[in-house]
């Protein structure tokens, strides 16, 4: 009785800035929700670039209560941003600031030398980093939205380009709103307005440049801002380049249980879903393997989940409305302490599946044993037509038998007149029907037969095509969309892949214009039901503008080239070169 009322937290001090050196001497800044309470207790640290203070509102963290129930929490600015010294260099510091900063804390008396991370998106990425260095005294690590192997902005060699620029004008304006840099306070509030204003509306135009690195933002001078965007694109494929900057994240290094959690449209989904593939499957340590858990529902990168699977009214992505039970923060937040409980504190409480995701189609939560699904059928749904499957009125088919009429379809890709996204962008939360967009010359439509059954495709899909090209560089766009009864077409999934990099992403090699490549990439992780009465539908291009940047179809280095050819596109499809999605079907 004398422990429980010990422990008992009648109150919570937040200490603002205080100071947690690094190894190298550099000052980095946080705040600490200290708990009131005569026993040392586990820390929660998030790390992150982008100002500690906004993780006070985020619901899914709310770090005030997690205080309140047991917890000091760190919130950290990493180093160069918001109050912390240095300078913001993405992920390259991390590694070591992420380990200093975790036995730091694990130091202090108020802590009982076990830590715990949180965090999503860049957040996550440096729980990895840090982990992966295995501070003694990290005992579990909640990465969300993170991928363990490059940059998001980097899928297949080809740059996400409205979304790394964009997350570079954020830096910008974070600095601004930190006092970065030395400008009267005028000059400061005139020159956040400017980017703001940017961000708000000059965002795609930015995207229109060429050659793209002559970007009007990328000028921006006057704010102490590492030019890094300036940097990815030029080291864009230099592999000791992105050594240094801390790429791959080393997550098969981590040796701590993870709670890894997403969305089916975000596109870190892949590489999360990689890491806890990765890392649930380790034969070595059992018990560590099954501590792993995994979240995947209908959200993008930026979603709060929602509210509360029986509170909120559903989650809207353009046309697109998932029911109530899509929202997930309440639940998502409850997940955390028990994973934490467990960890941190050595409570016996029963974490869940090691995966639960949210079944699209059914729209149903559905908890699983192992990632990807032990009772996959692996199923080739093949590319077919009558000789033209340009738009959707072409004669683009899917088969699930090998039935070629014809042995290939051709389009002409024109970099000057991309594939524009601006309205339809999936990672961007806007989904809308396709058809209109599938009237493009240079969009090949192939679609299925109407499903007389529901079919589940939940794993990772894959694209394995054979192209032949009259460029000696050129991207492929593949699109998965879900075609309803009234001919309304929704896209669920969509990738890229950059020929340069077929072999390897640090080993561009060029094309021999009219030779016949073979093209196999993983389009992504997706779990959607294709209803009776629906049809499963794929568009395939050359362009996805302004989120990925335009292959000028020429050997230019990435962010120089100002000229742009026409590039002649064909997809064979034949016994000899048989075109086809892989579709992990889930047997009903």
Not at 32 to 52: G, M
Not at 111 to 117: E, L, S, Y
Not at 279 to 296: F, I, K, N
Not at 518 to 534: N, R
Request: charged residues 25%.
């Amino acid at each position: 009785m004398d422990n429980m009322k010990k422990n008992v937290i009648r109150d919570v001090v937040v200490h603002k800035n205080i100071e947690i050196p690094m190894r190298d001497g550099v000052i980095l800044r946080a705040d600490h929700l200290e708990p009131q309470c005569e026993e040392p207790l586990p820390v929660l640290i998030v790390r992150t670039p982008y100002l500690k203070e906004s993780f006070y509102t985020k619901q899914v963290y709310s770090v005030m209560e997690t205080a309140f129930k047991g917890y000091h929490i760190l919130l950290c600015d990493v180093r160069g941003g918001g109050q912390s010294e240095g300078e913001f260099t993405p992920f390259a510091n991390e590694k070591n600031d992420g380990y200093d900063t975790i036995q730091w804390a694990a130091d202090q008396p108020w802590c009982n030398g076990k830590v715990g991370t949180f965090g999503y998106s860049y957040n996550g990425g440096q729980q990895i980093l840090a982990a992966s260095t295995r501070p003694s005294a990290l005992a579990a690590a909640a990465p969300g939205g993170a991928s363990g192997w490059f940059l998001p902005t980097l899928m297949y060699g080809v740059l996400s380009h409205r979304t790394s620029l964009f997350w570079y004008m954020k830096q910008i304006r974070n600095a601004l709103l930190s006092g970065k840099g030395d400008m009267a306070k005028e000059e400061r509030q005139k020159k956040l307005e400017e980017i703001e204003y940017i961000m708000r509306f000059r965002n795609e135009k930015e995207c229109y440049a060429l050659p793209f690195l002559s970007a009007n933002v990328l000028k921006f001078e006057g704010v102490p801002v590492r030019k890094f965007f300036n940097e990815w694109v030029d080291h864009c494929d230099d592999k000791e380049y992105w050594a240094r900057m801390g790429q791959p994240l080393g997550i098969e290094n981590v040796n701590v249980p993870c709670f890894f959690y997403t969305g089916w449209f975000d596109y870190m989904c892949p590489g999360q879903a990689d890491c806890f593939e990765l890392l649930s499957h380790r034969t070595e340590d059992p018990e560590l393997a099954a501590s792993h858990r995994l979240v995947l529902g209908p959200w993008i990168h930026t979603t709060e989940y929602g509210t509360s699977t029986d509170s909120n009214s559903g989650v809207r992505y353009g046309e697109l409305t998932f029911p109530p039970n899509s929202g997930y923060t309440k639940e998502m937040y409850d997940s955390f302490l028990k994973f934490y409980a467990k960890y941190l504190k050595g409570e016996d409480v029963d974490t869940g599946a090691p995966v639960r995701i949210y079944v699209m189609g059914d729209n149903i939560w559905r908890d699983e044993q192992e990632w990807p699904l032990a009772r996959t059928v692996y199923t080739p749904l093949y590319l077919d037509s009558d000789g033209d499957a340009r738009t959707l009125n072409g004669s683009g088919r899917l088969t699930f038998e090998k039935t070629f009429a014809f042995e290939s379809d051709f389009y002409d890709y024109d970099p000057m007149n991309p594939c524009d996204n601006t309205d339809s962008d999936l990672h961007k939360g806007i989904i809308k029907d396709r058809r209109e967009k599938e009237q493009r010359e240079d969009m090949l439509v192939y679609s299925t037969a109407t499903l007389k059954e529901d079919l589940e495709v939940t794993g990772n899909i894959r694209v394995k095509f054979f192209i032949r090209s009259s460029a000696v560089d050129t991207d492929f766009f593949v699109r998965l969309i879900d075609v309803l009864p009234d001919g309304k077409a929704y896209s669920y999934l969509a990738g890229v892949f950059r020929m340069r990099y077929r072999d390897g992403f640090y080993e561009p090699r060029y094309m021999t214009p009219g030779e016949v490549y073979a093209v196999d990439f993983k389009l992504g992780p997706l779990s959607l039901v294709f209803k009776e009465g629906h049809q499963i539908r794929i568009e395939v291009t050359s362009s996805d503008f302004p989120e990925y940047d335009r292959n000028l179809n020429t050997a230019e280095p990435m962010g120089y080239g100002a000229e742009a050819v026409v590039a002649h596109q064909t997809i064979l499809h034949s016994e000899e070169y048989p075109s086809h999605l892989l579709l992990p079907v889930i047997p009903r």
